[in-house]
């Protein structure tokens, strides 16, 4: 499973719903092959879920050693 690192999280990210730019995600889900991001924007309430899926060759043969 891929590690989500503090360094790699979104900033910025536009609402989608105002276009507002949201700082950073409220909650970071990590999974089998991809992250869901949990944003929610300040100026006009709206909450959304943004989702990263990983190719799945690097999830199927992850390193062996770190």
């Not at 609402?15 to 869901?36: F, H, K, L, N, Y």
């Not at 929610?40 to 879920?49: K, L, P, S, V």
């Amino acid at each position: 499973m891929t590690k989500a690192i503090l360094s790699d999280t979104p900033r910025q990210n536009p609402c989608a719903q105002c276009g507002t730019p949201i700082p950073r995600p409220d909650w970071i889900e990590p999974g089998e092959g991809r992250v869901s991001y949990l944003w929610t924007c300040h100026a006009c309430n709206y909450r959304f879920e943004a989702v990263a899926v990983y190719d799945t060759a690097a999830v199927e043969h992850p390193p062996l050693a770190a």
